[in-house]
């Protein structure tokens, strides 16, 4: 009863804000002074991974009760979906407007001649996709520019493309916040990002992702804790103390407590009883192979949280009551000191040999123990094939080890949607200047669409009825990881994302479950406010339709 007031909360919030923002007039609107006032709950009554009171006072509840009742004969998920269409609209007359003021002076520069200026407006003249599969690194913070009166024509025109994007920056941060008032947090994650992509120095869209400032540079918090301890960030090594930074720069590197020369040893020289110690923002890998590998691997891993706290509305980042606005050196939280483990050994047989487990299958190049919190995995020969099988187990770390659950996620029921996370994200790639995941292509979703198309898919119902050992132990379970995997993907980009908001609360509220049966854990088909027969319809017509992917607005 308490998650339907709380949805209806969500909804009504979100309408609040339709109306209010518009008569604010940059004053808090009618819903921050409810929200400040405690009528309204925080985030935190959203999602478990905040810790959230459980003590509700006797003026929520009651008002709770009442917003409930008034949408009884509308439906919550109806209503989450015309507030999600108003900021859907909102979002695309803010990129009509920017992609009009470019186009406008692209025109100027061919006008004088300056080609190499226009094509660098029209790089940055992209109209967004709604809930994208792919999202955009945030650009590095620029040096502050300014343009002087006798500025050479290209000068003065890249100031005014500027001008441009800190304005349509600030625009979509007002947006962003709105969204993640009215309880739309992963599409508000989106925007803040499509702000900083325009804006790398606007802050408050760099605290709402959770960076803080240190040294003219915005770092994650768990890099912001690890700076304030005397660490410095090594594009070789990972954060590293400042003594050691000292060695590396003249090239010395570490071997069995000695700083020698690098180039008088070679990788193999590294055995597991002394390997290398990679730190990133969020991992700590323990490695013998080579160290460029290494770091290749951390890399990919904090791509991999990037991703998946983008999905999850930044559950990963604001978490256990955490703000990303706290951004005094004595306020970061303990939590930012314990990053996930990961052993990566050079080669197989190290992998087998290893006491702690037995693999049992030869294809099986990762595994994530839950006992010791371990991610093992070695560096295969085809990297590209094995680090889908780690981002998969990579996956699994990172939800069991930000939630509360002290158990098996998923174990008696919903274990679909871990392995279909996890599944899902074996599709990420990037490069230097994107993310992608979720693409059609990859090899999980096109058997799930073959099986849609086939009519051999697990009727939704059956499937989140599945725990861990029923999901796996059919000879047909490489098909349900697919299905799984689809049924994600369906999930977070149909119809422009219709449902991502409810799926990123029923993950989070598995990875938080208390109940060995999941009992507190709401189910889709309330969540979403539709039989679980009549999504599956929907699932299996969004191969047929091609349309289980984001749409252009």
């Not at 006797?58 to 900021?87: E, M, N």
């Not at 005397?230 to 954060?239: C, E, V």
């Not at 923002?281 to 013998?288: E, G, M, N, S, V």
Request: glycine fraction near 6%; charged fraction near 25%.
């Amino acid at each position: 009863m308490l998650q339907a007031k709380e949805f209806a909360i969500d909804a009504v919030i979100g309408s609040f804000f339709c109306i209010d923002c518009a008569l604010a007039d940059g004053q808090l609107t009618v819903t921050e002074q409810l929200i400040q006032q405690e009528v309204l709950p925080q985030r935190s009554t959203r999602y478990p991974l905040m810790r959230r009171d459980e003590s509700l006072s006797r003026k929520r509840v009651s008002f709770s009760i009442i917003l409930a009742a008034l949408l009884c004969g509308v439906g919550v998920c109806h209503g989450q979906q015309s507030i999600a269409q108003h900021f859907r609209s909102e979002h695309s007359m803010l990129a009509e407007e920017f992609e009009s003021h470019l186009t406008q002076l692209a025109r100027e520069c061919l006008s004088k001649n300056l080609l190499g200026v226009a094509e660098v407006v029209q790089r940055q003249n992209v109209r967004p996709l709604f809930m994208k599969p792919s999202y955009r690194r945030i650009r590095a913070a620029v040096a502050k520019e300014t343009v002087a009166e006798n500025a050479s024509p290209e000068s003065q025109l890249i100031g005014k493309m500027r001008a441009y994007e800190k304005e349509y920056a600030e625009k979509l941060c007002t947006l962003a916040k709105q969204l993640t008032a009215s309880g739309m947090y992963s599409y508000g994650a989106i925007i803040f990002r499509e702000a900083l992509n325009h804006d790398p120095e606007h802050k408050s869209a760099r605290t709402a992702l959770g960076y803080v400032e240190r040294d003219g540079r915005w770092l994650r918090l768990s890099g912001a804790y690890l700076h304030d301890r005397g660490k410095r960030w090594s594009d070789r090594f990972g954060w590293v103390s400042q003594s050691d930074l000292l060695h590396i720069s003249n090239g010395e590197i570490k071997i069995r407590g000695r700083w020698i020369d690098e180039n008088t040893i070679s990788d193999s020289t590294r055995t597991f009883d002394d390997p290398w110690i990679i730190r990133t923002d969020h991992f700590c890998i323990k490695t013998d192979a080579a160290l460029d590998r290494g770091m290749e691997l951390g890399l990919l891993l904090e791509d991999c949280r990037e991703v998946l706290d983008i999905l999850l509305g930044g559950a990963l980042t604001i978490q256990h009551g955490m703000p990303a606005s706290k951004t005094m050196r004595s306020e970061i939280h303990f939590k930012y000191s314990i990053p996930c483990i990961v052993y990566y050994y050079r080669t197989i047989d190290e992998y087998r040999s290893n006491s702690t487990f037995n693999v049992g299958n030869d294809n099986y190049s990762s595994i994530y123990m839950q006992s010791s919190r371990i991610l093992h995995c070695y560096a295969a020969t085809a990297a590209a094939d094995a680090y889908e099988i780690v981002l998969h187990e990579a996956t699994r770390q990172l939800l069991h080890e930000n939630g509360a659950a002290n158990r098996i996620l998923g174990e008696r029921s919903n274990y679909w949607a871990i392995a279909g996370v996890a599944s899902y994200m074996e599709s990420l790639t990037s490069d230097a200047e994107i993310l992608v995941v979720g693409q059609s292509d990859h090899a999980r979703f096109a058997t799930a669409g073959k099986l849609a198309n086939l009519g051999a898919t697990i009727p939704i119902r059956r499937l989140v009825s599945k725990g861990r050992a029923a999901f796996n132990e059919s000879e047909a379970a490489t098909d349900h990881y697919s299905q799984a995997a689809g049924m994600v993907r369906f999930f977070l980009d149909y119809d422009e994302g219709r449902y991502r908001e409810q799926f990123a609360t029923h993950v989070l509220q598995i990875c938080n479950s208390t109940s060995a049966q999941g009992t507190d854990v709401a189910t889709l088909d309330v969540l979403t406010g539709k039989s679980y027969e009549l999504l599956h319809v929907e699932y299996e017509d969004s191969f047929a339709k091609g349309n289980a992917g984001p749409q252009r607005h």
